[in-house]
């Protein structure tokens, strides 16, 4: 069958930004998987996508035009139900081969098969391929109703009757195949072979597509788009990097993907240019100046070697004039005003000190439920001085900066952009006169704020962080606000992330139930049921990122069954579980774990850890404590000092004493005093066992 090349391009009006190279992949990469499906690619067809703020198009090679027939097997209907006792078909069999386009005359030539029930009859048909024009038919419309639209608009056609649903007005269709169209439609529109540049600076308008492989060069070259959203990108960052050595030798633009991609969604033919503004600005604090540049104005700013902001900034402009000092005069006189605002906002805001603002949270909702943030900035301050207190952290300091860390939500600054609540706080912290110590500790008391965010960068920052990640977790636990499936509008999921981050990375020496139990003091405690589904939420956060971390779920088991208390333990105890599975007595003491654990739990009541060696009768028995006397303090020795890999390891001389034990001991013997007697044993062995991690987790 001969292959051509086929294009596609839906010309609408401009697209959200935002969102644009997400949607021009989901259309290329979904019409791609239709046509696939329906027989009409070659195995080595190549896909090409178009994504600009007024097309969405695709490029695919090798496109049949026609799939292959298929040769099909459909179940009919059993045998006993298809044909009668001579042999000959049913009303009910003709009926079904009529719908399929076959008489009588198929019959003979049907297939008879078991499904293990009962003989089943099966009719053998080709179906013919489906032709390129309805198989393209079929993808776009499929295509257009899964693409990730983040709200649809409705619109009329130019009929004025007849209304269409789609993310914005689409104006125009080009479906060809080598050089002819295909007769397709969509969106009211009909396929032909025109489209449309630059709004502004396209060399000829409409553009007529000669042939589907010249689409990306006319368009460019006649049209003045760069079609491909990969392309136009790549483009962006090299006109950044050449006008930012043009700027100044010390200059790099500021690194945002997201900007960077919304920026591309912007405009059709990117040409970076050069703005500036008053050094005096610069006396705010550069991450306001940041904030509203990229926000507002979707400016790249320049950064000096050192990471501090320069007075020069990057536009990303969408027309190519002969001389752009108007474009850039307009862009500078744009921004001015943004940056007046900030540092308006900046003085006007140190005329108060955080302090006198505090008050004033009382009147902000926190939650319905948990009262105002004056409330909950109470709470925090109550549970930062139990942690400062359990860490050894000043805290006075602690107590200074969890009083005052909400503080900045009041300012002009962060009411204009919340992106900034605590970077501010920390600047207004330091011109109030508090040590740099107290004001960091503002800053990061919402660190980390996402995966891979940087840790607070002194102890006061983490005893306020956790205070306040803990009173938000323990709080909403304590109503029942638990996220569901996908649905964590409170981002608990993140809090309870970072204080296990915290935990771990900075290895604080305090227990998970401490922290609990000081959080929930302010509270006046959590029930049984609150409490155990909150431990049970860290400890499945923590699971969940040390799978990320390649740990399997056997380690990961054996080591969290016995939700340790200091989480800075967690890695050494998988160390150690990891070497002890190495082993080549890991599986059989695995598996006598299990047993022993097993046994226990069928003990009515709690079994003592404790041997009478008068009771011991059986050799196997007598060697059994004789080896746990010996193996049991090497074990605790090695667990007290740290060394979980020499605790699990000491282990590795019971196995022969265990083997022989369950092979020739009676656990629950008759007499009373000998079964609570074996008891205790296995008790012991398995207290000995379990310290470092509930190694029957590793049981096949």
Same mark, same amino acid.
Not at 634 to 657: I, V
């Given at each position: 069958?001969?292959?051509?090349?086929?294009?596609?391009?839906?010309?609408?009006?401009?697209?959200? %930004? *935002? $969102?644009?190279?997400?949607?021009? @992949?989901?259309?290329? =990469? &979904?019409?791609?998987?239709?046509?696939? /499906?329906? +027989? !009409?690619?070659?195995?080595?067809?190549?896909?090409?996508?178009?994504?600009?703020?007024?097309?969405?198009?695709?490029?695919?090679?090798?496109?049949?035009?026609?799939?292959?027939?298929?040769?099909?097997?459909?179940?009919?209907?059993?045998?006993?139900?298809?044909?009668?006792?001579?042999?000959?078909?049913?009303?009910?069999?003709?009926?079904?081969?009529?719908?399929?386009?076959?008489?009588?005359?198929?019959?003979?030539?049907?297939?008879?098969?078991?499904?293990?029930?009962?003989?089943?009859?099966?009719?053998?048909?080709?179906?013919?391929?489906?032709?390129?024009?309805?198989?393209?038919?079929?993808?776009?419309?499929?295509?257009?109703?899964?693409?990730?639209? %983040? *709200? $649809?608009?409705?619109?009329?056609? @130019?009929?004025?009757? =007849? &209304?269409?649903?789609?993310?914005?007005? /689409?104006? +125009? !269709?080009?479906?060809?195949?080598?050089?002819?169209?295909?007769?397709?439609?969509?969106?009211?529109?009909?396929?032909?072979?025109?489209?449309?540049?630059?709004?502004?600076?396209?060399?000829?308008?409409?553009?007529?597509?000669?042939?589907?492989?010249?689409?990306?060069?006319?368009?460019?070259?006649?049209?003045?788009?760069?079609?491909?959203?990969?392309?136009?990108?790549?483009?962006?960052?090299?006109?950044?990097?050449?006008?930012?050595?043009?700027?100044?030798?010390?200059?790099?633009?500021?690194?945002?993907?997201?900007?960077?991609?919304?920026?591309?969604?912007?405009?059709?033919?990117?040409?970076?240019?050069?703005?500036?503004?008053?050094?005096?600005?610069?006396?705010?604090?550069?991450?306001?100046?940041?904030?509203?540049?990229?926000?507002?104005?979707?400016?790249?700013?320049?950064?000096?070697?050192?990471?501090?902001?320069?007075?020069?900034?990057?536009?990303?402009?969408?027309?190519?004039?002969?001389?752009?000092?108007?474009?850039?005069?307009?862009?500078?006189?744009?921004?001015?005003?943004?940056?007046?605002?900030?540092?308006?906002?900046?003085?006007?805001?140190?005329?108060?000190?955080?302090?006198?603002?505090?008050?004033?949270?009382?009147?902000?909702?926190?939650?319905?439920?948990?009262?105002?943030?004056?409330?909950?900035?109470?709470?925090?301050?109550?549970?930062?001085?139990?942690?400062?207190?359990?860490?050894?952290?000043?805290?006075?300091?602690?107590?200074?900066?969890?009083?005052?860390?909400?503080?900045?939500?009041?300012?002009?600054?962060?009411?204009?952009?919340?992106?900034?609540?605590?970077?501010?706080?920390?600047?207004?912290?330091?011109?109030?006169?508090?040590?740099?110590?107290?004001?960091?500790?503002?800053?990061?008391?919402?660190?980390?704020?996402?995966?891979?965010?940087?840790?607070?960068?002194?102890?006061?920052?983490?005893?306020?962080?956790?205070?306040?990640?803990?009173?938000?977790?323990?709080?909403?636990?304590?109503?029942?606000?638990?996220?569901?499936?996908?649905?964590?509008?409170?981002?608990?999921?993140?809090?309870?992330?970072?204080?296990?981050?915290?935990?771990?990375?900075?290895?604080?020496?305090?227990?998970?139930?401490?922290?609990?139990?000081?959080?929930?003091?302010?509270?006046?405690?959590?029930?049984?049921?609150?409490?155990?589904?909150?431990?049970?939420?860290?400890?499945?956060?923590?699971?969940?990122?040390?799978?990320?971390?390649?740990?399997?779920?056997?380690?990961?088991?054996?080591?969290?069954?016995?939700?340790?208390?200091?989480?800075?333990?967690?890695?050494?105890?998988?160390?150690?579980?990891?070497?002890?599975?190495?082993?080549?007595?890991?599986?059989?003491?695995?598996?006598?774990?299990?047993?022993?654990?097993?046994?226990?739990?069928?003990?009515?009541?709690?079994?003592?850890?404790?041997?009478?060696?008068?009771?011991?009768?059986?050799?196997?028995?007598?060697?059994?404590?004789?080896?746990?006397?010996?193996?049991?303090?090497?074990?605790?020795?090695?667990?007290?000092?740290?060394?979980?890999?020499?605790?699990?390891?000491?282990?590795?001389?019971?196995?022969?004493?265990?083997?022989?034990?369950?092979?020739?001991?009676?656990?629950?013997?008759?007499?009373?005093?000998?079964?609570?007697?074996?008891?205790?044993?296995?008790?012991?062995?398995?207290?000995?066992?379990?310290?470092?991690?509930?190694?029957?987790?590793?049981?096949?």
């Amino acid at each position: 069958m001969s292959t051509q090349n086929l294009l596609l391009e839906l010309f609408v009006e401009e697209l959200p %930004p *935002k $969102v644009l190279k997400k949607i021009g @992949a989901a259309f290329a =990469e &979904t019409l791609q998987t239709s046509l696939q /499906a329906q +027989g !009409l690619l070659s195995a080595d067809s190549v896909l090409t996508a178009f994504a600009s703020p007024r097309r969405l198009g695709v490029h695919l090679t090798q496109v049949l035009e026609q799939a292959d027939d298929k040769a099909v097997m459909q179940k009919l209907m059993p045998a006993a139900v298809g044909l009668g006792a001579d042999g000959k078909a049913t009303p009910a069999l003709l009926k079904k081969l009529a719908a399929l386009g076959a008489d009588e005359s198929a019959v003979a030539s049907l297939k008879r098969e078991s499904d293990g029930k009962a003989e089943v009859l099966y009719f053998n048909s080709t179906i013919t391929g489906v032709m390129l024009s309805d198989g393209l038919q079929k993808a776009l419309e499929e295509t257009l109703s899964k693409l990730p639209i %983040p *709200k $649809v608009m409705a619109y009329q056609l @130019a009929d004025g009757w =007849e &209304t269409v649903n789609f993310v914005r007005p /689409a104006h +125009g !269709l080009v479906a060809m195949y080598g050089a002819d169209v295909l007769p397709i439609s969509v969106l009211g529109l009909r396929a032909g072979c025109t489209t449309h540049g630059h709004r502004f600076e396209a060399g000829i308008d409409p553009v007529y597509i000669r042939d589907a492989d010249t689409y990306a060069t006319q368009i460019a070259t006649e049209g003045a788009v760069i079609a491909s959203f990969a392309e136009r990108r790549a483009e962006i960052v090299r006109q950044l990097a050449a006008a930012a050595a043009e700027a100044g030798s010390n200059l790099t633009p500021i690194e945002d993907e997201a900007l960077l991609d919304e920026v591309t969604g912007l405009v059709e033919r990117p040409n970076v240019l050069i703005g500036q503004f008053e050094e005096a600005f610069l006396e705010v604090p550069q991450e306001c100046l940041i904030l509203t540049m990229k926000a507002n104005q979707k400016y790249f700013p320049l950064l000096d070697s050192k990471g501090n902001l320069s007075n020069k900034f990057l536009i990303v402009s969408n027309i190519r004039p002969a001389d752009a000092s108007t474009v850039i005069g307009g862009n500078e006189r744009v921004v001015r005003p943004r940056l007046a605002d900030a540092k308006f906002f900046f003085d006007q805001d140190r005329k108060k000190t955080l302090a006198s603002r505090v008050a004033g949270l009382d009147k902000v909702v926190y939650h319905n439920k948990l009262g105002t943030q004056g409330e909950r900035i109470a709470r925090v301050r109550a549970i930062a001085q139990a942690i400062a207190g359990k860490l050894g952290v000043d805290a006075q300091q602690a107590d200074t900066a969890a009083q005052l860390a909400k503080a900045d939500l009041l300012t002009d600054m962060v009411g204009e952009f919340p992106e900034l609540q605590g970077i501010m706080g920390r600047y207004y912290a330091l011109h109030d006169g508090l040590p740099a110590t107290v004001a960091d500790a503002i800053e990061d008391h919402y660190k980390p704020r996402f995966a891979g965010d940087e840790l607070p960068r002194n102890p006061v920052g983490i005893v306020v962080a956790l205070a306040d990640k803990l009173e938000t977790l323990v709080g909403l636990f304590s109503i029942g606000q638990v996220p569901t499936g996908d649905k964590d509008p409170f981002a608990l999921r993140r809090h309870a992330l970072g204080i296990i981050r915290m935990l771990i990375e900075s290895k604080l020496d305090i227990g998970i139930d401490d922290l609990i139990a000081a959080a929930e003091k302010p509270f006046n405690g959590l029930s049984a049921e609150h409490r155990s589904a909150l431990l049970t939420f860290i400890f499945d956060r923590l699971a969940n990122a040390l799978r990320e971390q390649g740990y399997s779920a056997q380690e990961i088991d054996a080591v969290l069954a016995l939700q340790p208390q200091r989480l800075a333990d967690v890695a050494d105890r998988l160390a150690a579980v990891r070497a002890f599975a190495a082993l080549p007595e890991a599986a059989s003491l695995a598996a006598a774990n299990k047993r022993v654990g097993n046994i226990l739990k069928k003990v009515e009541g709690t079994v003592a850890a404790q041997v009478d060696t008068a009771l011991l009768k059986e050799p196997a028995e007598v060697a059994l404590n004789q080896t746990l006397a010996s193996v049991k303090p090497q074990a605790e020795a090695a667990f007290a000092r740290g060394d979980y890999t020499a605790s699990l390891q000491a282990l590795a001389a019971l196995k022969n004493p265990v083997d022989a034990f369950f092979d020739g001991v009676m656990v629950n013997a008759e007499d009373v005093a000998l079964r609570n007697n074996r008891q205790g044993l296995l008790a012991t062995l398995h207290q000995a066992m379990n310290q470092v991690a509930d190694i029957s987790k590793l049981a096949a």
